[in-house]
């Protein structure tokens, strides 16, 4: 929470001009993650869940996106395996991640990290939310400071400053 209050923007409002879908990739085990992202940096002016569809107070719309099969992938030195269950996880603990707030599930998809999940999004994303003018996706680990983020986006600059 420090982090989030250090954001000296984060109450000022965004511009009504862009409507970002943001995915936020995660798998299914990740649940007390995705309840700290809930906490933090989703729950400020301007983000709101991608459920909701377009709104005139909001700027950011998040989704935690997930694939409908598999919890994931390990490497080892002899390449990468699909992760069994994890311990103490049963096929109905997926079921209910996918049915969680603001869960945005691509049927037909395998949780690998060699597979196809960042293009199925953003294939997903312009299939399903023409009004979106800016199509994102970031890793669970990311904090974003999204009022600095989209009032840069909406004056065209990505320089410093």
Same mark, same amino acid.
């Given at each position: ?35 700290? @992202?809930?906490? /933090? ?9 991608? =459920? !909701?569809?377009?709104?005139? $107070? ?14 994931? @992938?390990?490497? /080892? ?9 994890? =311990? !103490?996880?049963?096929?109905? $603990? ?68």
């Amino acid at each position: 929470t420090a982090r989030l209050e250090s954001d000296r923007r984060r109450s000022d409002p965004m511009p009504e001009s862009v409507k970002m879908v943001m995915g936020i990739f995660t798998i299914p085990q990740e649940r007390d993650y995705r309840q700290v @992202v809930r906490e /933090t940096w989703l729950d400020q002016a301007g983000v709101c869940s991608l =459920e !909701g569809g377009p709104s005139k $107070d909001c700027s950011v719309y998040a989704a935690f996106v997930m694939c409908s099969e598999g919890w994931g @992938v390990t490497r /080892t030195d002899k390449g990468s395996t699909d992760m069994p269950a994890p =311990e !103490g996880f049963a096929p109905e $603990d997926m079921e209910a991640a996918h049915r969680e707030p603001g869960a945005f599930v691509l049927k037909g998809t395998m949780e690998n990290m060699n597979g196809p999940k960042t293009m199925r999004w953003f294939q997903a994303v312009l299939l399903k939310f023409g009004w979106a003018t800016h199509i994102a996706k970031m890793d669970m680990d990311t904090f974003p400071f999204m009022h600095k983020l989209v009032n840069r986006m909406a004056g065209g600059s990505c320089g410093g400053g």
